[in-house]
């Protein structure tokens, strides 16, 4: 436990800040799951507002460094590549 007054101001602020990353985090997690969850029924335009809306989490995520920027980018990639699959036998 902390002893000095700044110490135990550090440890509040601290654990303020990792309610509000976990939250965000499990915002992200949940959009994810949603929208692969789409990606299972395969509609295009759901599933392209279910990719919007996962993306412009991780974009603010990252943006506020609680997760790194490279893996929001990552995440997109890899979210982006899913739904070309899935949307391209559909336009075909």
Excluded: C, F, W
Aim: net charge positive.
């Amino acid at each position: 436990m902390p002893h000095t007054k700044s110490a135990k101001k550090h440890l509040r602020q601290t654990h303020k800040r990792t309610l509000r990353n976990r939250v965000a985090k499990k915002a992200i997690k949940t959009q994810i799951k949603k929208m692969l969850e789409v990606v299972k029924t395969g509609e295009p335009a759901q599933l392209l507002k279910e990719y919007n809306l996962a993306a412009k989490k991780l974009d603010k995520a990252a943006a506020k460094r609680i997760i790194h920027p490279n893996m929001a980018a990552r995440k997109k990639s890899q979210l982006a590549k899913l739904m070309r699959t899935k949307q391209a036998p559909a336009k075909a």
